[in-house]
T-cell receptor, first 113, second 115 residues
Framework: GESVGLHLPTLSVQEGDNSIINCAYSNSASDYFIWYKQESGKGPQFIIDIRSNMDKRQGQRVTVLLNKTVKHLSLQIAATQPGDSAVYFCAESPDSGNTPLVFGKGTRLSVIA | DVKVTQSSRYLVKRTGEKVFLECVQDMDHENMFWYRQDPGLGLRLIYFSYDVKMKEKGDIPEGYSVSREKKERFSLILESASTNQTSMYLC??????????????FGDGTRLSIL
């Protein structure tokens, strides 16, 4: 639950503003990436994914950007709401998902009402 | 929607006990995974399975074993529980080796305390 967020980088955002959560991945051969959201007391929930042949993918209020040159992934949340408060993880797949995902440590997003 | 169900949300056991954590998924997924999640350490893979009766060691298998007798069920076993196994345990599933670029779907976790 709440202990998931301890020791994590924290991003505090005013309600209504846009949020940008960043992730550096390690393996240049990774070709599939996922963002998860974990709310207190729950398991990680799939938000959006992107394949390495894309630079950008949009969902509802969320956009994922992939920069393969610098091995960087970001999650943009538009018009952040209190319900967006959670820990966000990125994950990379070294071989299209046939071996286990490698997860980042996570970033805690705190929305200020 | 994929449903991954972990049998217990909270569990308290004593040192030396044999502990079983159960996980069931309802989407006919071939892959199943067990992780533990600790503050500052993120998600760490304990064991995973690509098919019935198959198992593979993850990053931290010591002190654990698993059982996959049926496709939908993946059990994590603590052979002799120790206090350093107090943690949040998360089960996940995904489609399978024949399906690339598919996310894992997680259960809500079991918070296990070993006294």
């Amino acid at each position: 639950g709440e202990s998931v967020g301890l020791h994590l980088p924290t991003l505090s955002v005013q309600e209504g503003d846009n949020s940008i959560i960043n992730c550096a991945y390690s393996n240049s051969a990774s070709d599939y990436f996922i963002w998860y959201k974990q709310e207190s007391g729950k398991g990680p929930q799939f938000i959006i994914d992107i394949r390495s042949n894309m630079d950008k993918r949009q969902g509802q209020r969320v956009t994922v950007l992939l920069n393969k040159t610098v091995k960087h992934l970001s999650l943009q949340i538009a018009a952040t709401q209190p319900g967006d408060s959670a820990v966000y993880f990125c994950a990379e797949s070294p071989d299209s998902g046939n071996t286990p995902l490698v997860f980042g440590k996570g970033t805690r997003l705190s929305v200020i009402a | 929607d994929v449903k991954v169900t972990q049998s217990s949300r909270y569990l308290v056991k004593r040192t030396g006990e044999k502990v079983f954590l159960e996980c069931v998924q309802d989407m006919d997924h071939e892959n199943m995974f067990w992780y533990r999640q600790d503050p500052g350490l993120g998600l760490r893979l304990i064991y995973f399975s690509y098919d019935v009766k198959m198992k593979e060691k993850g990053d931290i298998p010591e002190g654990y074993s698993v059982s996959r007798e049926k496709k939908e069920r993946f059990s994590l076993i603590l052979e002799s529980a120790s206090t350093n196994q107090t943690s949040m345990y998360l089960c996940a599933s995904s489609l399978g080796p024949g399906h690339s670029n598919q996310p894992q779907h997680f259960g809500d976790g079991t918070r296990l305390s070993i006294l």
